[in-house]
């Protein structure tokens, strides 16, 4: 049993490395994601200056060597905080998906594999949850619980759970057909064993890709929510907030709204990049 | 006629979630009506004639009995029924998701055709660098980016507003690029996976040229399911349509819901959310249904 767990975990090691081998734009989305992780990590000895620090006397100074990415209607550095404004995002990229990811994996692994009613019920909640737009439930989510960084991680849980528990479910389906899950409960052990020990591994591949995909849906919520006024709030340099804070001087200034935009954008492509890249590697047929 | 029985409990248990989620909400939403302080007495009287003291249950299926009839309440703050607020709204929603999705298939499908075609050529790797940048792009952005070029540099479109056709075009361009890029994706996915079927072999070894092999073969079948996406896309478009609204300006349903949530309106969000999730569970049992329609190898199951 021991060593069928170990195996499991070595291929998809394997599967992971072998992704990023293989797939240069994949590599790309990783060192572009592995650059962004130390600029937040540290951020405060990346810049001199302090993402809350107003300097009226500096108001809309357009990029140049001192403020790279210029200023904004506060004198505030706009690097500064889009580099701050890194961490709130890459922290709403991971933490909702793997709690969205680890809820569908229970979930499914349950339904598929126990069945019967309890399978049933857990996949009409899916449907309940997948038949909102994603956007309006988040945000119906963040208008109940109020607009805090914190209840940004539940809306964004709350949205991405079913679609991995549809995913886990179909599978942990077809592993209960197989032969050594008929082998282990011969020898009697327990199905919540079985669950732990033998579907939950075998569908560690597909979560591992549901995780990657959910990040830039989740980074992009976050983002939208922040801009229309229900996600962080000011002065959080949340990248959503620093372009919706912008988009009133578009022209007077425009970098204020679109340079924050690029980081935006660039972090999601590379995540789509990796995305796109473990899961041609793992599992070709959770494409399209 | 199985799909349209099971579509039935998810819009109640839909109805039950937002209105729990909404009813929950901790304030008193009279006294956010009421713009000056008011005597408790007012206060109570305004609740009694809302009928906020009844319990949640007796709440709910009184919302319920609204729904049933086309009542989804009375806006708190513009004091008007929800129900002809967003169908005043709704036109503008319908034009904008529309063209979206038109610019959507009219650049996703040929995109994700060439792209197969030659796959692993630089036609195909543009094409499909330009899907993940649709998709990989926040829409408010891409939105501003759009009027910042097209309406300030160079004076080509209007900025904002609703007022014609032109006013139409970039909110059309930037919601359905994003769609577009999932089509593009999807089209280029699904056509290599018919390329391999043993009847286009059975084409081309009867001299059938590529061109025909692809128009009178593979599309048929490689189209399936981009068709159905076609119908599921009214999720993203509504989800897409509250930003693109707000950015552009336009009155539509939701720009209602973003207003409603400015201004704590709660049965107008009520309202626009209910609305928007039951255009998408119908545009799934549409879905569903043109693929059984169009696909005689699938039936649904029973």
Known sequence: MEKEKLLAHETLFADIIRAFKENKTALFGLIVVVILVVLAIFAPYVTPYDPYEIDLNNRFSKPSLNHWFGTDMFGRDLFTRVIYGARISLAIGLIP???????????????????????????RMADVVMAFPSLLLAIVVMYTLGATLFNLFIALSVVGWAGAARVVRSQALSIREKEFIEAAKAIGVKDIKIMARHVFPNCLPSLMVLFTMNIPDAILSEASLSFLGVGAQPPTPSWGLLVSNGKEFLFSAPWVAILPGVAIFITVLAFNFIGDGLRDAI?????? | MNRLLISIPILLCVTFLVFILLNVVPGDPVALMMKEKVSADVVARVRAQMHLDDPWIIRYFRFLWGLL???????????????????????RTMVLAFSAALVSWIVGIPAGILSAIRQYSVTDYFFMGFSLAGVSMPVFWSALLFQYVFALKLGWLPVAGFYGWRYVIMPAIVLGWSSAGLIARLTRSSLLDVMRNDYIRTARSKGARELAVITGHALKNALLPVVTIMAIQVASLLSGAVITESVFGIPGVGRVAVDAIKSRDMPLLQGSVLFATILVILGNLVADILYSLLDPRIRLEK
Do not use: N
């Open chain 1, 283 to 288: 599992d070709p047929y959770l494409k399209g």
């Open chain 1, 97 to 123: 998906s793997l709690i969205a990811v680890s809820i569908g994996a229970i979930l499914g692994v349950v339904s598929g594999y126990i069945g019967g009613r309890l399978g049933y019920w857990v996949m």
């Open chain 2, 69 to 91: 009839h086309g009542d989804l309440g009375t806006s708190y703050k513009l004091q008007r029924s929800v129900t002809d607020l967003i169908l005043q709204a709704f036109p």
